[in-house]
């Protein structure tokens, strides 16, 4: 950028501050005592920038308004590198209100950006710098010339790694977030691992409890087949129970009816066929008398009916025979029933584990002690059921107990079953919770390992970075060294040419006359300034050329401070055609040579409190001949 004209009121030591059409090439060289208002004029350019100066910090802002005033103004013209032509206008009082414009020249009810940080962006934007690399480069404010710090933001910027660094600072701030996102998951994971061993998942307990219940379920449908079995068995002897009584009953009858009525068969045939077959036989004889006593109206027209009698006595025999047999019959299909529960009830006896049948012998003897053990009066009663000689009575009360026992044993199942179903339900919600706690283990390792992977993709990226950085650090000394070396003999009349500046930017020269580099603090302290006055003006240029890339204006106050007149007038005269791109240089001093002339000169005193151009006089001057400083200049 190249300043144009420069407007205040109020600022620091001066009521005006009025110098407009500022040569745009050149030497402006401001001249005068101390305290005469020179520094003034850099703090003024700085101020309208950049909104604060070097002398003074942020919260002492106030102090640019002049002594004894409210507020101050100050208006800047100035042109970028492509000859655009800005207007930067600020106001500040004492009550803090700043208040500050950009706009281009003519052009102030369009402004480009208002407000402080507008502002400031706008002009970064503009210029391709900040108040840093200005101090540091094309601002050399009143004070020591000193060897730049190699990490200072300013001197980074010219090396133009600034962006690296800046990139490579996010990288290392995501690197942090990256590794406090994996500390959290990993105290969620240790969080889960902590569930995981609180619930103590054993893999085989869940299929243990199905087994077991699986085992339980046939067991208890089991259980309560034989109970239904058994039940049914003691109902169908109890009601056989007196059908047998009955058939038996009606068997004995039947039989002695049938002995009667074969003895009766015979006889009644026997008599027939003597008194037919054999008439004359004795025992005929005395059966026919004994008839006819018997029977007054007996006589041999009867004796076909003896042969009657005995064909339905005989035919009654038959009947009764088979009559006996149904119901012997009946009577082996109505045993049957108490064989099988016989049998039913000694299966299911046996069937029960011995340490049951000794509970339940102790607490039967417990209530009754003239019981006989259990197994031997199952025993008994079995053999009476199956010899179908137990009542009834005999048959329920047994038959009773041992259902009573096995519905208690099925009760128990059922207990056990439905403990078993909480347990399984119990046992399947914690394994779905394991499963969960799992997945989401899983998960968080999974984003654990992308967080890993972010890391690792930033700390290749930092080391590109780095390296990158590095090589651009190593051209920027070594350019820094170059440009140097071409400039410092200009300097110092071709006594130093040569520079060796090391990665931290120490600066030791080498000497003609030793034949050998030495520090600067063997060397005096003018021919220190003018070496470090040479690498201020290349840190300029390299700033130039890495942001600016254009015409350029540079402001060294007191650069030639404990400069002799031979020194000052050598840097004086090679000022101008150091560099192409910085063409407006200003330099401040408290006084010049006399026979060397500049294209603006400028002189201060202590009494003036108003420093105005006379556009006549700046008017009439030739513009091919610069005009000398001295007493008789017209500000």
Known sequence: MIITDITARDVLK??????????????????????????????????ALFGRTFSLEPSELV?????????????????????THYEVARFLDRDGNHGVRLNLVGESENPI????EDVDNAIYDILGYGYDEFIESFYLAQREITTPHPHSYAVKAMAGITSLEYVSYEFEEEVRHEEAAISELDQEIADIDQELEDLAIDPGQLNALESEREQLVASESQLQGEIEELDA???AYQDADPKIKSATSAR???????????????????????LTRMPEHPYAQQLDGLLQQQIPQWGAQYLPWLLYVAIGFGILLVFLMIRGGVLTSRITR?????????????????????????????DDTSEEEDLPPADTEIAA?????????????????SVGRELARMRRERQQQQERLIKLEQEIWSEKDRLSKAEKLNDVEQALEQKMEEHRQEIRQRELASELLAGATKQLSQRFNRDLRDLVGRTLPLFTDNRYEHLQIDGDLTVRVFSNEKRDFMDLEEISSGTQRQIMLAVRLVLSQELVNSTVVGKQFIFLDEPFAFFDQERTRSSLKVLPDL?????????????????HVFDLPITCNREQRELVTEQQVLASAPTDQPMPIGEETHY
């Open 233 to 235: 068995a003691s109902t």
């Open 579 to 595: 560099s192409d791109e910085i063409t407006q240089v200003w330099i401040v001093a408290q006084e010049f040579p006399n026979d």
């Open 113 to 116: 950006a208002r407000g402080v």
């Open 334 to 362: 109505l045993n049957q029933s108490a064989t099988e529960l016989s049998e039913k009830l000694s299966a299911i006896y046996e069937a029960v584990p011995e340490t049951e049948q000794q509970v339940e012998s102790e």
């Open 63 to 83: 102090k640019m308004i002049r002594w004894g005033e409210n507020h101050c103004s100050v208006n800047l013209c100035f042109k970028s590198s492509d000859q």
């Open 14 to 47: 001066y009521d005006a501050l009025d110098l407009k059409g500022l040569p745009e090439s050149g030497v402006i060289a401001i001249g005068g005592p101390n305290e005469s208002g020179k520094s003034t004029i850099g703090e003024t350019i700085c101020f």
């Open 252 to 274: 004995g009858i039947t039989r002695f009816f049938r002995f009667i009525s074969l003895l009766l068969t015979l006889i009644a045939g026997a008599s027939w066929g003597l």
């Open 381 to 397: 009663i079995c053999q009476r059921i199956a010899a179908a000689q137990a009542s009834p009575f005999e048959v329920r009360d």
